[in-house]
């Protein structure tokens, strides 16, 4: 009422509009001052709204949302261990297809392999989709691609940037990290019964505040391209092109996204090594298979691929060895 409001409010008629006494008024903007929001009372006419907060609120985020399912149930934490994990328990507790977990801050966020994620309070996304796709296990860790996909296309248009994706996980403005994702499921022999994708965005955060052993690795939409980001809408944003491409994904599989995802690569045609799962190998990066393991050719031409593992860049000068 006060954001569509032209003009202050008073307290006498805000009380009458909402049928409430004028000291429920007063809490009421108590609790929106606490939650961040700029309102104003010190004039003779009442209340104005002067800025809406900078917060990942599910009222904030519904002004923007366009998706059907995806975000139309949040779930909004000040501060939580890690969203995958709470997001994960609300899954099997039954929580729906498209619900999603939010949090200001995480302090035990976390990335693949165990990895912690930098998570300060205030300044970035940090949330968790729950999903029930009727995939085959095997299949649903694609969904990490259709993840990062969406995450490249928010970003893309909330920095007016061109980022980058390295497979599989990672989103990057130049040469520095901007975003993880994080996909677990829990399933049966030959079917999923949920999965878990979460996503940590890098957003407003100063350069100066990573930890010294980040810097030069991590950075922020702020931090590369000096715009500061809504956050609401941009989590909004990140839901409508998630939701847009799941659906392709459900429908078609990785082959109707497969381009799109290649043309943000960052690999393609790089010569890297790939370590994981007991195994490594060595090769430049060819692009990305249709059931999206990493494909390359090695040293002798042979024709190699990666299903999971780090990857690190090679200086060309260890491609001949």
Partial sequence: MLRAA????????????????RAAVWKHVQRLLAQG???????PH????????????????ARHLTTRRIGRVIHHFESIDSTNRHAMELARRGAAEGEVVVAEAQTAGRGRLGRSFFSPAGVSFYGS?????????ARAPQITLVAGLAVAEAVERHAAMRPG???????????????????????EADRVLHVVCGAGVNLNVPAERFPADLRGVAGSVLSVSGRRVDRAAFAADLFASFERLYDEFLASGLAELRARWESYSVLTGRWVSVEGSGESMEGEVLGIDEDGGLRLRGRRGEMLRAIAGDVTLKKSKDRRG
């Fill in 6 to 21: 032209d003009r202050p409010l008073g307290g006498p008629d805000l009380a009458a509009r909402l049928g409430v006494s």
């Fill in 37 to 43: 929001y700029r309102v104003s009372s010190d004039n």
């Fill in 165 to 187: 994706l390295k497979w599989p996980n990672d989103v990057r403005l130049g040469d520095l990290k901007v975003a993880g994702i994080l996909t677990e499921m829990e399933s």
């Fill in 129 to 137: 989709l729950i999903l029930r796709p009727s995939l085959p296990p």
């Fill in 46 to 61: 009442g209340y104005r709204l002067e800025a809406a907060a900078d917060r990942l609120l599910p009222a904030e985020i």
